[in-house]
């Protein structure tokens, strides 16, 4: 089983993009190097606490949530897109420094959230030391051989999260949903419930409820398909590792063959971590977390 997220040193609410509030938790060692850490589609950071809990006692570590998503209030839907999440990601790291000092950063982010780093690092401003992306999910140009396996697993995505249930009488059901779904069956001890407890919001009428709608989960796949991402690493003025799925693995993921080829034509650092798919982070956290230390002491950040 896994240990709860211990409560925050501090917590600040940054004004986001058109007007949503994002709670961005400080936890960690004061004096350490600064990580920005958040997650996928449809997750929330808490859920990932076993891969990021060991980081703790060297490093402080600034945990948000995306918009609409985990300990946030709802926003507007409209606004419910990368466009705002990229410039989101950019505040978030500003009121860290405004309010904690500026000091050697590094981001690291899953899938939806690394592909809004992505989005903030070439479109908004360069304002990390370094960046770690797990898994971004992006789409190549036509004609790219691996566009076509892209496309269905957005498309599936996208119809599978409009149609997922939304209420539940208490966190185990959605932990036990998790656990039985092929993507879920490999995750570590604990995950699975942590995961669900910090999706869900207890419902007026009784119930727990997703704190993400499915509607804006749904969207966000959707998106994904439009967003014509796929850089050369030069194209980031500073150090990025990108950690993906398992290529190799029985059945992999489109995402990670996918990023098999980003990394092939853009010229990253690239690990494929051995044996897992698109939620790597939750499949083998001390694996994941091992390989971002490594990074990060080649690129200086300790």
């Not at 507007?76 to 950019?90: E, F, Q, W």
């Not at 971004?136 to 269905?152: E, K, V």
């Not at 119809?159 to 939304?166: K, L, S």
Request: negative net charge; aromatic residues 8%.
């Amino acid at each position: 089983m896994t240990s709860p997220i211990p409560t925050p040193r501090a917590i600040i609410n940054v004004a986001g993009a058109g007007g949503a509030v994002i709670g961005v938790r400080r936890h960690g060692n004061p004096d350490g190097s600064r990580l920005i850490i958040s997650h996928g589609n449809g997750f929330a950071i808490d859920g990932y606490g076993a891969f990021w809990r060991g980081f703790l006692a060297d490093f402080e570590v600034m945990a948000f949530d995306a918009r609409n998503h985990g300990w946030n209030a709802a926003s507007d839907p409209v606004d419910h897109d990368y466009a705002h999440m990229a410039r989101d990601l950019d505040l978030v790291q500003a009121a860290a420094e405004a309010e904690f000092g500026r000091k050697p950063t590094a981001g690291l982010f899953h899938s939806m959230s690394a592909q809004a780093a992505m989005i903030a690092a070439l479109e908004v401003g360069w304002r990390l030391d370094a960046l770690v992306l797990f898994d971004p999910p992006n789409t190549p140009a036509d004609g790219h051989p691996t566009r076509a396996a892209m496309l269905r697993y957005l498309d599936m995505l996208t119809a599978w999260a409009a149609g997922r249930r939304e209420r539940f009488t208490e966190p185990g059901e959605l932990a036990a949903d998790y656990a039985a779904v092929r993507a879920g069956r490999h995750w570590s001890g604990g995950s699975h419930l942590a995961m669900a407890e910090a999706v869900l919001r207890q419902a007026d009428r009784g119930g727990w409820r997703l704190r993400c709608p499915p509607a804006l989960e749904a969207s966000m796949y959707a998106q994904g398909i439009a967003l014509d991402l796929w850089p050369k690493a030069n194209a980031f003025p500073g150090p990025v590792k990108l950690i993906a799925g398992d290529p190799e693995r029985e059945r992999p993921d489109a995402t990670a063959l996918a990023n098999e080829a980003l990394a092939r034509e853009g010229g990253y650092d690239y690990l494929a971590m051995p044996g897992t798919g698109h939620l790597l982070q939750l499949e083998k956290p001390q694996a994941c977390a091992d390989a971002v230390r490594e990074f990060l002491v080649r690129v200086g950040i300790t």
